[in-house]
């Protein structure tokens, strides 16, 4: 139904666009532009405890196996800097 198809529809579009963030992370460390990724979120009243917590924090400190989407109609993404 239409509930299932937003969940999905929310979270793949998600999981595409954190995937070509990593692929441009790759390509610019290739070039000799590292980068780190860092967490975002929409900093709003819908964020969860989940990733609330981990807004603008670099992937380094993000918890083991977790980025964008850490769950189901997640919308959080990363974003790129130059490590620091």
Known sequence: GPVRANMIAVTET????????????RMLGDAGYP???VWQ????????PICGPLHGLPESQWP????????????CWATLRRPR
Request: glycine content about 2%; overall charge positive; proline content about 6%.
């Open 14 to 25: 998600t999981r595409a666009y954190s995937a070509a963030t990593r692929i441009y992370q």
């Open 35 to 37: 980068m780190e990724r």
């Open 41 to 48: 979120t929409s900093h709003d009243e819908r964020v969860c």
């Open 64 to 75: 083991e196996g977790v980025e964008p989407p850490s769950h189901v109609r997640c919308r």
